[in-house]
């Protein structure tokens, strides 16, 4: 499947009920890359990794005189 615009390997997984049906997509690593709900219209694929902000430098103080 394709996934944040790039092609990755996956298996695929139904999971059903007497009312749903789900389909979903999961890595090598067994993270769920894509989860669909074909008769209810709904598709969740994984977004882009998060990655935590570097903190700003701290500015020391100059002294003067």
């Known amino acids: ?3 944040r615009g790039r092609k990755v ?6 999971i059903t009920d007497k ?3 789900l389909v ?3 890595d090598t690593s067994g ?8 008769g209810a219209g709904l598709r ?3 977004g882009p990794e998060i990655l935590e902000k570097k903190k700003p430098a ?4 100059r002294r003067t005189g």
């Open 1 to 3: 499947i394709v996934v």
């Open 9 to 14: 390997e996956a298996q695929r997984v139904e």
């Open 19 to 21: 009312l749903t049906n």
């Open 24 to 26: 979903a997509w999961m």
């Open 31 to 38: 993270r769920m890359m894509k989860l669909e709900a074909p």
């Open 44 to 46: 969740v694929e994984r």
């Open 58 to 61: 701290t500015a020391t103080k």
